[in-house]
Nanobody, 127 residues
Framework: QLQVVESGGGLVQPGGSLRLSCAGT????????VAWFRQAPGKEREGVAY????????NYADSVKDRFTISRANGKNTVYLQVSSLKAEDTAVYYC????????????????????WGQGTQVTVSA
């Protein structure tokens, strides 16, 4: 079964940081386009960040720009999301999603564009 697996979530104080990881199982995530999404209780799922297969192109939601950084280690089957300067409103389940080819449009945050999804990792920001 082809899927992606997230890790690295946890409880962190406001202003703190975490590094989330995403890896492919049953396939290698190398050179797949990957996006991170999040969903807070009672809210719609939100696209957070996108990275192209080569890592040469990235996009971010305005709400996380300058605080979150998406990166990848091709050859290691891993995509990362460094989340910093965390706020209470960043509390959510964070999901990784992948597609085999880069997306060149402006709607990278649309979940239906992605073929493979993980089960999510919880990030809780609280004092």
């Amino acid at each position: 079964q082809l899927q992606v697996v997230e890790s690295g979530g946890g409880l962190v104080q406001p202003g703190g940081s975490l590094r989330l990881s995403c890896a492919g199982t049953g396939f290698t995530l190398d050179y797949y386009a990957v996006a991170w999404f999040r969903q807070a209780p009672g809210k719609e799922r939100e696209g957070v960040a996108y990275i192209s297969g080569s890592g040469g192109s990235t996009n971010y939601a305005d709400s996380v720009k300058d605080r979150f950084t998406i990166s990848r280690a091709n050859g290691k089957n891993t995509v990362y999301l460094q989340v910093s300067s965390l706020k209470a409103e960043d509390t959510a389940v964070y999901y990784c999603a992948a597609r085999p080819v880069d997306y060149y449009g402006s709607s990278w945050y649309v979940g239906a564009l992605y073929n493979y999804w993980g089960q999510g990792t919880q990030v809780t920001v609280s004092a």
